[in-house]
């Protein structure tokens, strides 16, 4: 699952910095709710778009 590895790589990496994702497909809200859950400062978005809009927000 993709969620998995991205909990895996930001705690590896030790990333501090806000990380906005785009999740889609058969285990979205899966991935969502483990995101959520990681304690990690990361965004779960639907769309390309929101990701956008949700960088944007978090650099003003």
Do not use: F
């Amino acid at each position: 699952m993709i969620a998995r590895a991205i909990i895996h790589a930001l705690n590896e990496a030790s990333i501090t910095l806000p990380v906005v994702v785009r999740l889609s497909g058969n285990n979205a809200a899966e991935g969502q709710r483990l995101l959520a859950e990681s304690g990690l400062t990361v965004e779960a978005v639907d769309s390309l778009d929101d990701a956008a809009k949700r960088i944007i927000a978090l650099l003003n």
